[in-house]
């Protein structure tokens, strides 16, 4: 099965982290979480989560896709790290996936990622950063290649169900949405 790196920092949108290691789990992917340091991650509603490991121990691991998930500040202490933009840089290069949704493109954005990409985000959450070559649209999600974005906490569910899609194909995201009870 496909390896997924999710990266938790502190101010992390909890739903959409949640969501994205709960489904891709239910659908035996291997989800590992990452925090940017070994301390316990407090996200932005107050909700404590307790990260498999640091970035800094899985950086030279093989993975199929990073999985980014929004919120503020989480997504600027992501952006603030230099091992995730490394990480994102690495994976893209390798012809993996790199996923973001909410605030968290912005640092698909800083990581060189998104020139002549199409892309969603949050509403206002890339406003002023310089988004010259970028195409932002107001779609719940959107993949461009290898770049998967989505708009926010709403999203969240049907961004972790297109993950399982990309990585382990329609059957195993019908399979999954089932037990779901949707």
């Given at each position: ?41 407090i996200a932005s509603r107050g909700t404590v ?83 010259s070559g970028v195409t932002i649209t107001s ?44």
């Amino acid at each position: 099965m496909p390896t997924v790196l999710v990266p938790l920092a502190q101010g992390c949108e909890e739903l959409e982290a949640v969501t994205i290691i709960d489904l891709l789990r239910r659908a035996a992917i291997t989800v590992i979480t990452a925090g940017l340091d070994p301390q316990p991650v407090i996200a932005s509603r107050g909700t404590v989560l307790l990260p498999d490991t640091t970035l800094a121990t899985v950086q030279s691991q093989p993975l199929d896709m990073i999985a980014l998930p929004g919120g503020l500040p989480g997504a600027d202490n992501l952006n603030n790290d230099p091992k995730i933009h490394t990480l994102l840089q690495q994976v893209a290069n390798q012809g993996k996936h790199v996923a973001a949704i909410c605030a968290a493109p912005r640092v698909l954005l800083s990581a060189g990622l998104l020139h002549e990409k199409r892309i969603t985000c949050y509403p206002g959450s890339l406003d002023k950063l310089d988004c010259s070559g970028v195409t932002i649209t107001s779609d719940a999600i959107v993949i461009d290649d290898n770049i998967i974005t989505s708009r926010g906490p709403g999203t969240a569910m049907d961004f972790a169900l297109t993950l399982i899609e990309t990585l382990a194909g329609a059957a195993k995201r019908h399979e999954v949405e089932k037990g779901l009870a949707r």
